[in-house]
């Protein structure tokens, strides 16, 4: 495991990229998707409109595309430039948004599946109270579709952090780029490489479904 | 049932949200017209670069091949994934207690690690290890097959969970095995069951297919970088391709659910497509 | 039983198409004697790019034609293939191209693996820049700005080890999106062997210049399969020739004629 001492710094280096990549766009989509929901449900036919346009669109698309548009549409044409004093920032910021935009279509979605598990009786009720569209959503029904949403949103969340390797197609140094690079270089010792690698992406993903399949459970609406 | 969220808008409701409507109309124009301007500067718009995709020349040399590649990737993925999903699905399913648990390892594994990952392994490790190369479609099929089929296999096995228990206990009590019981009662109606799922999780298979661009198969996002004088309108073409592909699988799995819900004489539950964060698993 | 009978079968018979058709896809190298594969680069303007009509241009496919004429091929029966860098040696060896001609650097460590013909060109690594770009004339003056290159191509690290230890590499999967960073505005220069910087300034005319200051040498050879000596003769005497008929200049003029990089003389051929 020489290999794995040398260069244990540079594989944990990208492996904090990939980390900052899923964070920030873990808060992100949840964000951004929780706003597509409220879109996606709301009596403006207008933002509804919108909302679905927008989830079907992201949804479909492969996150390649969507980086690709990213650095050459967004950065290079129309020149938003995130960072200017270094590219690498502007590229990983780029790639932040991409996973943004790509996951919150997911999020959204999950949200809606919890949306719709609560009893429309719930909703009813609230209506005949007198609760206004905003109290209805806020105090009644999201509190019990959120709960429901656990699971689909954990899902896409471990889905997006497999995700962040798609970044190094726009550049982006981060673990699976740091892996073909060593493997290009020592490439007797692939094997191991990707023992090393697999072995940390399943040091993110398993814990993560193991919070969200606990989280999910002890959670439950019970009906 | 999001409509119960709201009344009939009375007047004052009406005024409020053709408020939001124009505002929103506004923000959307203001947004829209953006882009075109910024693109107009830099020619983009340019009647030379969006001409040649109206020839034929552009789409058979590069984006028929590039879409060829796509579903010959999809093809060969969906039909592997599919069988690997059966298998252990069935074999996580066992009564065996050591099967079970090795079954389920692979499963978690494969689920676990990204697909792009998988793919260099495969593709990168073919010299070292086997001491052949592969074309990249055989590592892009190899890592779509093992993590779509893993995720299969997770739906096989809720597919098959969701039967009522009394039909596995009827099974039983007649004197068939568990195998049997397995492969003539459960299978068949759980399937059924499980297909708008099953479909769904195929429209991710066509989507993570065009990660393989990335280790150098030629299928439609690489084709793009060959289009170098008109990078952006080619982008914005294959993404309508994959719009319109992706948007008919989808739309057939909803059909194929609206059927069975109607048509359905098994005592199996429709799934839903389920695990909506699933659907954007492990890729593009 | 008859569903996993079914199952089995069905599982059975995807895996022998697919490996079938795996098989398919990487069709016997030359198939013979009637034809000539000849493995080239698709993405490079100039030397060798497939053209939006879907015919093959540049300086490699000019002298791969010329080669391949002399070597007795009728011009429908040449055959080009993509051959992307890494798999060139690759191809060669398992038969699926005849020769390469794809801005091949000969090597003492490929040729362990195939054997080469020429030199038929020599590069050397240099930068592309904006055309009004006054402030970088070579590969020291990169510190603080930005270089992109194409991932698996050694030459950004290099510049960055040897030349300017403080500039910004950037890595993409294609030159051409390299340019495209590079006209924006969003990185300074592109670096890799001139020649094919030289194609892309031709290939936008007036935006992009080549510094002219190579720093390294790359020599350009055809790439063969190993132990083909007879071929290899065949292919250095038509080389020498291409150099003495005009042929070699032409087919230099024809492809990069406006980009601004003057035509060097032309390199000895070397029979090992």
Known sequence: MDLLRDEFPSILEAFWVTLKLAVLGGFGALVLGTILAAFRVSPVPLLRVVGAVMVHGFRNIPLTLIMFFAFNGLSLRLGVDLAPDSINENIFRLAVLALVVYTASFVCEGMRAGINTVPSGQAEAARAIGLTFTQTLSQVIMPQALRASIAPIGSAMIAMTKNTTVAVSIGVFEASGRMRELVEINSDLVLEIFAIFAFGFMCLTIPMGLLTTWAANRWTVAR | MSSVLYDVPGPRAKARNTVLTIISLIGLAAGLWYVYDALDQKNEWAGEKWKPFTTSDVWENFLIPGIEAQLKAFAFSSVLAIAFGLVFGVLRMSTNRWVRTAAGAVIEFFRAVPLLILMFFVYFGAQPLLGTTFDPLVAVVVGLTLYNGSVLAEVVRAGVNALPKGQSEAGLSIGMRPQQVMNFILLPQGLRAMLPAVIAQLVVVMKDSSLGYIIGYTELVRQVSYLSQYLLQASIVVALIFLVINLSLSGLAVWVEKRLRTKGHTSAVVTVAPNIGEQGGGGA | ?272
């Open chain 3, 1 to 272: 039983m008859r569903i996993k009978q079914t199952l089995a079968a069905i599982a059975g018979t995807a895996l022998a198409l697919s490996l079938a058709a795996c098989g398919d896809d990487e069709p016997a190298g030359g198939g013979g004697g009637d034809s000539i594969t000849i493995g080239i680069k698709f993405d490079q303007p100039g030397l060798g790019f497939k053209e939006a009509d879907g015919t093959f241009s540049g300086f490699d496919v000019d002298m791969a034609r010329y080669i391949a004429e002399g070597l007795g091929y009728a011009e429908d029966k040449i055959e080009f293939k993509e051959t992307v860098s890494a798999n060139r040696e690759v191809f060669l060896e398992q038969g699926q191209v005849d020769i390469v001609l794809a801005t091949y650097s000969i090597t003492d460590e490929r040729k362990a693996k195939v054997d080469f013909a020429g030199p038929y060109y020599i590069a050397g690594q240099d930068l592309l820049v904006r055309a009004d770009e006054d402030s970088i004339t070579g590969p020291e003056s990169l510190n603080g700005k930005t270089l992109c290159s194409v991932t698996g191509s050694t030459s950004a690290q290099r510049v960055k080890d040897e030349h300017a230890d403080e500039v910004q590499l950037l890595e993409q999967d294609s030159y051409s999106r390299c340019v495209d960073a590079l006209r924006a505005g969003q990185v300074d220069a592109l670096t890799t062997d001139d020649i094919i910087l030289a194609g892309f300034a031709e290939q936008n005319p007036g935006e992009f210049k080549v510094v002219g200051a190579p720093f390294s040498e790359e020599n350009y050879g055809v790439g063969l399969p190993l132990g083909d000596d007879e071929l290899r003769t065949e292919i250095n005497d038509l080389i020498e020739a291409a150099f003495e008929d005009g042929a070699w200049e032409a087919a230099f003029n024809d492809n990069l004629g406006n980009s601004g990089y003057t035509l060097p003389s032309p390199p000895a051929v070397d029979r090992y």
